[in-house]
């Protein structure tokens, strides 16, 4: 049964800094792995998705790397802004089913 | 991307009431709809697999008889929580596969509907 697990839970960090997320699953056969964010009390938005056969994808601010064999993945975040603060979810897609992560919160104050 | 709406956002029952949650798949058809329930704090959980023109595939531990799920057309599936308690109060997200992606390649999400029972 694929298990995804972030580390840290919780991150308060001030403005201007840079910051890694972690994202570990147990089973690496997936099809790809995709970061989200989502704001209190609304729906997910897509940041970054990785195919299984890719290493990493960058979007701005953003980048996020994939070791699937070692059943990795981090999301790097380039000079946070308290606009970065949000909850930070990854998801692995095994077969048909995508399985979230525990998310990380994350408060980038000014 | 795509756009995927739900309707209601946010509705407020009294416990033993149905409601239903509809989600819409606005620029593209989709044979397959998801349907995520997360309780508050805590991450996404799959609870079916809406499929168009049949019956939906539930998730281990997810009863089927209170969560009916309808995939009616190719843009439209509903998900009607029936004699609602407490306990089902949650937010409810579905995402749709676009036919167009291979092996469901990518997931897009509507924006969630917040269900409390009172």
């Known amino acids: 049964k694929q298990e995804v697990t972030q580390i840290p839970a919780a991150l308060s960090v001030p403005e201007g800094e840079n910051l890694v997320l972690n994202c570990s699953f147990t089973?690496?056969?997936?099809?790809?792995l995709q970061w989200f964010r989502q704001d209190p009390g609304k729906g997910l938005t897509s940041l970054l998705l990785?195919?299984?056969?890719?290493r990493e994808q960058t979007s701005g601010r953003l980048n996020a790397s994939l070791d699937k064999s070692s059943g990795r993945s981090t999301l790097y975040i380039a000079a946070s802004q308290p606009g970065d603060s949000a909850t930070y979810l990854c998801?692995?897609?095994?077969?048909?089913?995508?399985?979230f992560g525990t998310g990380t919160r994350l408060q980038v104050f000014p | 991307g795509a756009v995927v709406s739900q309707h209601p956002s946010r509705v407020i029952c009294k416990s033993g009431t149905s409601v239903k949650i509809e989600c819409r798949s606005l620029?593209?058809?989709?044979?397959?709809m998801f349907w995520y329930r997360q309780f508050p704090k805590q991450s996404l959980m799959l609870m079916a697999t809406?499929?168009?023109?049949?019956?939906?595939?539930?998730e281990q531990g997810v009863e089927k008889d209170k969560f009916l799920i309808n995939h009616a057309s190719l843009t439209l599936s509903t998900l009607t929580v029936t004699s609602a308690h407490p306990e089902d109060s949650s937010f409810y997200i579905c995402?749709?596969?676009?036919?167009?992606?291979?092996?469901?390649?990518?997931?897009?999400f509507g924006p969630g509907t917040r269900l409390t029972v009172l």
């Open positions: 995402s749709v596969p676009p036919r167009s992606r291979v092996s469901y390649n990518e997931q897009f």
């Open positions: 089973d690496s056969a997936i099809y790809n």
């Open positions: 990785i195919q299984s056969s890719q």
């Open positions: 998801a692995v897609l095994n077969t048909d089913k995508l399985i």
């Open positions: 620029d593209f058809q989709a044979t397959t």
């Open positions: 809406s499929n168009e023109g049949s019956k939906a595939t539930y």
